[in-house]
């Protein structure tokens, strides 16, 4: 059994399709919500109005958030707070357009701070030791 977020009826999981992206591997909205979301969607979406789209994406974000790191707005806006708006490794202040990414460990899911995009970037690299050790050893071999 699962809880709908938008009509909040508890239905069975055999209601809610398949995403990968959320922790339960199911969508946050059962079909028939996301079916009548998606009329609504279509029947409503104004392409040319930039304040519609940057709403739409605002909650498209939070959404995908919620579903990806269990994270929602509330908690997302305390560690904007909490990190007085600046990415948690360079201490610079997001100018970008985009909101700051949430890191995650990728074994344990466990969220670790917000990033700017740069950073979160370069950490993907990092992260990767294997690379990082033969890619140490590349350079120390063509410096010689």
């Known amino acids: 059994m699962k809880t709908c977020t938008k009509c909040g009826k508890e239905k069975p999981s055999t209601e809610f399709s398949n995403n990968v992206n959320c922790k339960d591997g199911l969508q946050q909205w059962c079909r028939a919500c996301m079916s009548q979301g998606a009329s609504e969607y279509i029947r409503t979406h104004k392409a040319n109005d930039p304040e ?18 269990g994270l929602t707005p509330i908690q997302y806006d305390q560690m904007v707070e909490d990190q007085k708006g600046v990415c ?53 071999e063509s410096s010689k």
């Open 88 to 140: 948690k490794i360079c201490g610079k202040e997001n100018k970008d357009v985009k909101a700051l990414a949430v890191d995650h460990d990728h074994i344990t899911g466990k969220v670790r701070g917000l990033l700017c995009r740069t950073c979160n970037t370069k950490l993907n690299v990092v992260e990767d030791i294997e690379f990082n050790q033969k890619a140490f050893a590349y350079l120390l």
């Open 52 to 69: 519609y789209l940057r709403k739409f994406k605002i909650r498209h974000m939070a959404s995908a958030r919620k579903c990806k790191y």
